[in-house]
């Protein structure tokens, strides 16, 4: 009889159910019925497994959808296209379609009529119709384009595309992904909308209500969410942005609850999630921590203490580098926990347990150590070799990368550059396409972008950048230029900004509205920084990468080697962006000795909470005198009280931002926003008793909908259950 498989994966493989205690997992959605059902009905779910997910008739899961293939999770509430996710899911969009005139991010956007939604561009979601395993035939067609000698990847682009070529239906959007480093290989079928339509969203004051002091921590109040509407064809079908688009019909609603939950009652959430890294070995974990999130921090302090002055001094800058500095505080502050908690949780200590077990199991017996070798020790000499190099490329990242906005712009002219060599010319007429794409793209740049601002960004970075770096890998020629300047950073910055076209919208638009010549690129002062640090960055990546390679291959051969020891139990493949059910209860938390979070909060906190003026715990007009009221209407609980936000044991990671959180009935009762400080570990390690799922009360969503907003029309769209 033909071996299949040397071991068994009981994720995958397993034909009937196994019970599995623990809340830990972002389960794959389409085993769920195999996999989890039974341990999701011993807690209480009350939903058979075919109205979870099924491929045949409507289901939960055709009710959730993935934003802009990934990055939050969205859920239908209406049948008419109507869709909920957090506001800081939807915050850029506000950002962007936001003026001094029109600030919908301080006062909020709620559109009185279906002609008042706005279009934005770009937008997509992303609805999951099937799922199909392809790993036998995905292996075969790997095979086709390995060959001997060279790095063998678990997966290959190339592979994957041949069978989204192969097995592609009209009107889906194919992926085909790997799961475990290669263990399960899956086709993901997608309906892909690219109409949608902002509808409303609170102020920033309530939806970020806190700002980053109660970010990543329970307990919170932020009203964190947004409404969008999807549009479709007459048909229903996916169609570009058309007038005479209609409002989506999904194929499944959300029913939304304003009974709310209680401690210990059962919930459940859908989603997207995003990125774990929990097979990580020690050495990656110990890098991550002692390395990477360390350097990334550093910049970050600088950087953002620069951007958080400005903002507090001018109106017009706090609008236009809102975005950016939520984009670049969320993750400071998640790395901050991270380091702090995968070191209080010496994750370290407890992958290092478990290599040692491994590396046991391998020795006993020949034919294992014959397949995985001194894996251990392979993995510890790989990242010893490049331990001396990874935070250079972490600061050339953030500095040059992520750092100033015009020497991002530069980066733009690097493929530029490139073109017009390819082509042999030495100058862009302005009516050239390319020159066409360049303004489009710099009206936008400009838009959020102000010179002095980024004058003291640059500045910063740069010193970060030399003083920082990896002496083989600084780029000479900026050397050069603050050995000329005797490392005076502000006078480096004055010449940088006073000779660079790329400084301003005017110098900008003077070359591209004339003739757009190589010498101007090539000889540009930010151009020419921005390219030489990203040269030396390419020869510090070459210099790795066959190192890198041996990495990844050993980690693949690493995962393979815990499930082999594993097998039996069933194991979940990290997050990366496809759809995942994790279930548990709600459910409070003591984080040290004597102190206790409740499962819930309340109302209450906004006025605890709140001072007038502050940037992070200021009031909308009215907000507080419609509180002091206490006209809670239906969205009270039986006591009288508004519940604004709780806490569940669900595991969850970025990508699940806006994921519904359902009842055991499947019905609408938060929506997923946040983890708790203590639960920063969590995309490397999740801890049993420590790890949290914040989020905001359905109930308190709806209120604000309602009674503070006005827009009750968008109440009655909604099958509310009482």
């Known amino acids: 009889m033909k071996r299949v498989l040397k071991y068994i994966t009981v994720l995958f493989l397993l034909s009937c159910p196994v019970r599995v205690w623990a809340d830990e997992g972002m389960w794959l959605i389409n085993l769920m019925e195999r996999i989890n059902y039974e341990t999701m009905q011993a807690k209480g779910v009350q939903l058979s497994a075919e109205e979870i997910y099924s491929e045949t008739q409507p289901s939960l899961k055709d009710a959730i959808v993935a934003l802009d293939y990934g990055s939050c999770t969205g859920s239908m509430i209406s049948q008419s296209g109507l869709m909920i996710t957090n506001h800081h899911c939807a915050y850029d969009d506000i950002q962007k379609i936001s003026s001094m005139e029109h600030d919908y991010l301080k006062n909020g956007f709620w559109a009185k009529r279906a002609e008042e939604e706005i279009v934005i561009p770009g937008k997509t979601v992303m609805f999951l119709q099937k799922v199909k395993d392809v790993t ?77 002091t109660d970010n990543w921590s329970w307990p919170q109040h932020k009203c964190d969410f947004s409404l969008y509407r999807v549009y479709a064809d007459k048909d229903g079908n996916p169609a570009k942005y058309s007038k005479d688009n209609v409002p ?36 990656g974990v110990a890098e991550k921590i002692e390395v990477s999130d360390p350097a990334m921090v550093k910049v970050r302090d600088v950087k953002l203490a620069i951007l958080r002055e400005a903002m507090q001094a001018d109106p017009e800058v706090k609008l236009q580098y809102a975005s950016k500095y939520f984009g670049n505080s969320n993750y400071w502050k998640y790395a901050i926990g991270e380091m702090k908690y995968t070191r209080q949780y010496d994750v370290v200590g407890l992958k290092t347990a478990e290599e040692q077990k491994l590396t046991e199991w391998i020795k006993a017996d020949s034919r294992r150590l014959s397949k995985y070798g001194d894996l251990i020790a392979e993995l510890r000499e790989c990242y010893a070799f490049q331990a001396p190099y990874i935070a250079a490329d972490i600061y050339h990242k953030e500095t040059m990368i992520n750092g100033s906005d015009i020497l991002r712009l530069g980066l733009r002219f690097k493929a530029v550059e490139g073109r017009m060599k390819k082509d042999k010319c030495c100058k862009m007429e302005k009516d050239c396409s390319q020159c066409q794409m360049l303004r489009k793209v710099c009206e936008n740049y400009f838009k959020d972008y102000n010179e002095q601002v980024d004058r003291k960004v640059f500045a910063a970075a740069l010193r970060l950048y030399i003083e920082n770096m990896h ?23 004055e010449y940088v900004y006073e000779h660079s076209f790329l400084a301003s919208r005017e110098k900008l638009f003077a070359k591209l509205n004339k003739d757009l010549r190589l010498e101007d690129i090539v000889k540009d002062p930010a151009y020419i920084i921005v390219r030489s640090a990203q040269d030396k960055n390419y020869k510090l990546r070459d210099y790795l990468e066959k190192n890198r390679q041996k990495i990844a291959e050993l980690r693949t051969k690493y995962t393979a080697a815990l499930l082999e020891m594993n097998q039996g139990k069933a194991i979940y493949p990290d997050a990366n962006s496809t759809m995942r059910i994790t279930y548990g209860n709600v459910g409070g938390y003591s984080s040290k000795d004597a102190v206790t979070y409740a499962s819930h909060s309340t109302i209450v906190g906004y006025p605890e909470k709140y001072v007038k003026g502050d940037p992070e715990f200021d009031l909308p007009e009215g907000f507080l005198d419609l509180v002091e009221k206490g006209e809670w209407g239906r969205y009270a609980d039986t006591a009288g009280k508004l519940y604004t936000g709780f806490v569940t044991n669900q595991d969850i990671t970025g990508g699940n931002s806006g994921s519904p959180v359902m009842n055991a009935k499947g019905e609408l009762v938060g929506l997923a926003y946040d983890g708790n400080w203590e639960s920063m570990a969590g995309d490397l390690y999740f801890h049993p008793e420590y790890n949290k799922c914040v989020c905001v009360d359905i109930r308190f969503v709806l209120w604000v909908i309602d009674k503070y907003a006005g827009a009750g029309r968008l109440i009655e769209e909604m099958n509310i259950k009482e």
């Open 248 to 283: 989506l019909q999904p194929q499944y609603v959300l029913p939304v609850s304003v009974a709310g939950l209680k401690e210990g009652d059962y919930a459940m959430l859908l989603g997207y999630p995003g990125s774990t890294a929990r097979y990580t070995p020690s050495f």
């Open 471 to 493: 002496p083989d890998f600084i780029a000479p020629e900026i050397v050069q230029l603050v050995k000329k300047f005797d490392s005076n950073y502000e006078k480096l910055t």
């Open 136 to 212: 036998e035939e995905y292996r075969k067609v790997l095979a086709k384009y390995n060959k001997p000698g060279e790095y063998q990847p678990y997966f290959s682009r190339r592979a994957g595309s041949e069978l989204e070529k192969k097995y592609k239906e009209k009107g889906y959007e194919l992926s085909c992904v790997p799961m475990l480093r290669g263990d399960r290989y899956y086709l993901f079928y997608y309906k892909v909308y690219s109409d949608v339509r902002l509808v409303g969203a609170p102020s920033a004051m309530l939806g970020a209500f806190g700002g980053d």
